[in-house]
């Protein structure tokens, strides 16, 4: 099923929560069509984590903040 649904998920330091997340959206019964990530200059392995995941899907934008823009949720 084709899905117009765009999702922002800004993160900083979420380390124990991104790849729960990141799963938690993919088993939607309607999966976004594309998720923009904000990585706001993590410090511990928060991008790795979505760089992994990024690997392993199609129609994903990633964006990475190099400063702290106090983003949150």
Known sequence: MSSDI???LPF???KSSAEKTLNLLYQQTIPPKEILF???NST???SHIIKN???NKNLIT???YKTNLNIYI
């Open 6 to 8: 765009s999702v922002i």
């Open 12 to 14: 900083f330091n979420e």
């Open 38 to 40: 904000i990585d706001s």
């Open 44 to 46: 511990d392995e928060t």
């Open 53 to 55: 995941f990024i690997n």
């Open 62 to 64: 990633w964006k990475i």
